[in-house]
């Protein structure tokens, strides 16, 4: 019995991008000033985790 291996090459191919696709645009929804830190909070923030971050800049500001 003769084993026969067959190479099989991999294709890349690239994705062609469209050009009607938004660009990611950053969008502030909270700007707070506390001392001398600013603190700002983008749309899509954990809300959870921004409010703890904003106790913690408020409780160690002064």
């Known amino acids: 019995m003769e ?3 067959d190479v099989v090459a991999p294709v890349f191919r690239t994705k062609k991008e469209t050009l009607d ?3 990611f645009l950053p969008r ?4 707070m000033k506390a001392g001398n830190i ?3 909070i983008f749309k899509g923030t954990n809300p ?3 409010a ?5 800049v ?3 500001a002064h």
């Open 38 to 40: 600013q603190l700002t």
């Open 58 to 60: 408020v409780r160690y």
């Open 21 to 23: 696709k938004p660009k």
């Open 28 to 31: 502030p929804v909270v700007k």
């Open 3 to 5: 084993e026969k291996h």
């Open 48 to 50: 959870s985790l921004a």
């Open 52 to 56: 703890e971050i904003v106790k913690a």
